[in-house]
């Protein structure tokens, strides 16, 4: 007769797993955070640097919101974030009182989509980074 043995490794899978989506949520949130930047810079918004050196991420269990300092030497942060992210979530943005104005426009400024450009022209990317985190938690045993 054959002895067999079963092992349940459901567990170890299911913290590999989270393992990686939190490690994807943290790649996608700076890289998103990168682009939101190069898109300030590439619009011309770039005064003082204030908005551009707010941007930050945030996830369900990391947030970069803190201090930061305008390109004059102005310091500015330690902000609450108004929406703390869910654990399946990425948020980016900032908390620089102008900026829905720069994003959104109004009847007197343009629209530039700097953070909805960072996150729809970049989805592919976002994805890659998603899967690749996944898999190097996988891998990683």
Known sequence: MVDVNFTNNADDILRL??????NALTAIGATAETHTKDNIKAD?????GRLR????????DYSGIGTYS??????YGDAKARNTP?????????NVEYAAYTELGTQ???????LKRAVTEHQ??????AVEAIK???NNV
């Open 108 to 114: 007197h400024i343009t629209a530039h989509h700097y």
């Open 124 to 129: 592919d990317e976002y994805k890659k980074l």
């Open 70 to 75: 305008d390109n004059e030497g102005n310091r």
């Open 136 to 138: 190097k938690a996988i």
């Open 86 to 94: 869910k654990d399946d979530e990425v948020a980016i943005g900032t």
């Open 44 to 48: 011309g918004l770039v005064d003082t």
């Open 53 to 60: 050196n707010s941007i930050t991420f945030a996830t369900g």
């Open 17 to 22: 797993l989270e393992k990686g989506k939190r």
